[in-house]
C-alpha cells in the first residue's frame, strides 16, 4: 500500500518539529552548560513535554522506587502518530494467530514474582502504565547514540555466491555485539521469534549501555525486545525490559516515539528486573519474550510462557515488515562511546559452557509463516571483540537445550 501523501507530509512536520527540539537541546548543552535555559529553550521543552506528558487518571509506585502515570488506553502516544488516526484499536485486542497460544493477560497477580506494584496496586483496565518523564529527561535523552545499524553484507552481495553469513553482520560504529542468527536468505519469511535470556546486571557508566535481545528484522524496519543497563535512556544503572523499533527513518526505545500500541495495564515497559537478577552459579532468573505477526499483520509483543500480550506495533508503521521477516538474532549487545573502555556483557564473565555461569539466550523459536512454531537447532554466530559467543547443546534436567552463551567482561578492570 503506497503512503498517503497528506500522511507523509505530516511526518515531515513531525520531523522537522523534532529536529528543532533536537537542536535547541544540543545548543543548549554545548553553550549554555550548567546555565538556566533561555526563555525561548525552555518553551520548546514545555511544548515537548506537554506532548509526552499525557493527563493521569491515576499515579501508581511501584514496590522499587518507579512511579507511573496510568494514561487512557486512547490517550497513549501511539495515536499521536499519523498514521495510525483512524484506527479502531481497543484495550481488549488480542492477535489473530493461527495457532491457539495460551494467554493469560490480566492476571499476572497470580505469578507473585511478577507483581511490582506497592500496596495501592497498579493501573486499571482501560489504562497504561507510562513513565512521566521530566526536563532532565529529555537533556539526557539527546545523548542517545545513534541506533544501532543493522547491515549484512551479503544482503547487499548477491552477486557473490560464496559469501558466507558467518562474519558478516557489520556492527555499527561504538556497538559490538555477540550474537547468533538464522542463516541469512532473502527469501526467508519469519511471522515471529521467541527467547528466553538470563537477566544480569552488567557494570556500565555514563553513555554506555549493556544488554540482550531478541531482534528481528527486514529491509530498514527492525523490531527489538530485551533487557538493558542503560543509564542515558533510563536516567539509572538498573536491569530494565526495553522494546526498539525502527520503521525506515524513525526509531525510538519504548514508547519515545509514536508507534507501539499498549494493551497491557500492568507491565510497564521499563519494567525493572532488579528484584529477580540472576546469581552467577546460584539461581538463575530469565525473561522470555517473543514478538509474533498476527492474521492482520500486526506485530505483537508477548512475553512469559503463558504468552501474556503486552501489546502490538501496528502493521501500517511499516513497509518491509508489512510482510515476513527475513533476519533474526538473539544474544547480547554494548555500546560505548569512541574512546571509552568496552563495558561488560552478560554476566559480565566469558561462557564456560555451564548455564549456571554463563549469560544466555534459549528457547529460540522462529514461526514460519504459516504460523507454525519452530524450535531452532541451527545458527550462525558472530562476536565482536572482546566478547564470546556460542551456540550449544547442554543437558538441563533429562533434556538437551541449545543455549545461545554469550558475554565477557570488556575492557573493565574491575570484574
Ligand atoms: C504533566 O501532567 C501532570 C498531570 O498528569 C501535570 O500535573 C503536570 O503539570 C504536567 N507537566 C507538564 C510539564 O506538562
Ligand atoms: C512465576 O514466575 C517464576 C519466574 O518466571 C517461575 O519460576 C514460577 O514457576 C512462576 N510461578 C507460577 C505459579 O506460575
Ligand atoms: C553464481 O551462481 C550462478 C549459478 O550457479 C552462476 O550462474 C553465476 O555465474 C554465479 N555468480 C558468481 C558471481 O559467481
Ligand atoms: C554447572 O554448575 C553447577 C553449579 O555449580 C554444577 O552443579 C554443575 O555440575 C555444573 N555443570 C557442569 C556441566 O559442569
Redesign the pocket.
Known amino acids: 500500500m503506497p503512503i498517503k501523501r497528506n500522511e507523509f507530509r505530516m511526518d515531515q512536520r513531525m520531523i522537522r518539529q523534532i529536529l528543532l527540539i533536537l537542536y535547541f537541546l544540543l545548543s543548549y548543552n554545548r553553550v549554555e552548560g550548567q546555565k538556566t535555559l533561555s526563555k525561548l529553550e525552555d518553551a520548546e521543552l514545555e511544548k515537548q513535554l506537554k506532548i509526552l506528558n499525557k493527563s493521569a487518571i491515576k499515579t501508581v509506585k511501584t514496590k522499587y522506587g518507579d512511579t507511573y502515570d496510568c494514561v487512557d488506553f486512547y490517550k497513549q502516544r501511539a495515536f499521536d502518530n499519523p498514521l495510525l488516526k483512524d484506527h479502531n484499536f481497543h484495550p481488549k485486542m488480542k492477535p489473530t494467530l493461527s495457532t491457539i497460544k495460551k494467554d493469560s493477560t490480566f492476571s499476572s497477580t497470580?505469578?507473585?514474582?511478577?507483581t511490582i506494584w506497592s500496596k495501592d496496586g497498579g493501573c486499571p483496565f482501560g489504562t497504561i502504565p507510562v513513565k512521566r518523564m521530566t526536563k532532565d529527561d529529555l537533556v539526557r535523552l539527546t545523548h542517545m547514540p545513534p541506533p544501532e545499524d543493522v547491515t549484512f553484507t551479503d544482503e547487499y552481495d548477491v552477486s557473490n555466491n560464496n559469501s558466507r553469513p558467518n562474519g558478516r553482520y557489520v556492527s555499527s560504529q561504538g556497538y559490538k555485539v555477540a550474537i547468533a542468527q538464522i542463516s541469512y536468505n532473502p527469501h526467508n519469511k519469519f511471522a515471529g521469534a521467541g527467547m528466553s535470556s538470563a537477566l544480569y546486571n552488567p557494570q556500565v557508566n555514563g553513555q554506555q549501555h549493556s544488554g540482550s535481545r531478541l531482534k528481528i528484522h527486514k529491509g530498514s524496519d527492525i523490531l527489538q525486545a530485551g533487557w538493558r543497563v542503560d543509564p542515558t535512556l533510563y536516567g539509572d544503572t538498573k536491569t530494565r525490559f526495553f522494546i526498539h523499533f525502527q520503521a525506515g527513518k524513525i526509531h525510538c526505545f519504548n514508547t519515545l516515539c509514536p508507534g507501539f500500541v499498549q494493551v497491557n495495564h500492568d507491565f510497564p515497559l521499563d519494567y525493572s528486573f532488579m528484584h529477580?537478577i540472576s546469581q552467577r552459579g546460584g539461581k538463575i532468573?530469565?525473561?522470555?519474550v517473543h514478538i509474533d505477526r498476527d492474521l492482520s499483520g500486526n506485530w505483537w509483543l508477548l512475553m512469559?510462557?503463558?504468552f501474556t500480550r503486552i501489546g502490538f506495533w501496528p502493521q501500517s508503521l511499516f513497509t518491509d515488515l508489512k510482510s515476513f521477516a527475513t533476519n533474526v538474532d538473539w544474544g547480547g549487545v554494548v555500546y560505548s562511546p569512541p574512546g571509552v573502555p568496552k563495558p561488560p556483557m552478560g554476566s559480565s564473565y566469558f561462557p564456560i559452557e555451564n548455564s549456571s555461569y554463563d549469560a544466555y539466550c534459549d528457547d529460540l523459536t522462529i514461526i514460519n509463516e504459516k504460523g507454525e512454531t519452530i524450535e531452532v537447532d541451527t545458527t550462525v554466530t558472530h562476536t565482536d571483540n572482546p566478547y564470546k559467543v556460542e551456540f550449544i547443546q547442554l543437558s538441563h534436567g533429562a533434556k538437551q537445550i541449545y543455549f545461545v552463551l554469550y558475554g565477557g567482561p570488556g575492557e573493565s578492570t574491575h570484574v
Open positions: 497470580t505469578n507473585r514474582s511478577w529477580i532468573w530469565s525473561v522470555e512469559r510462557q503463558d
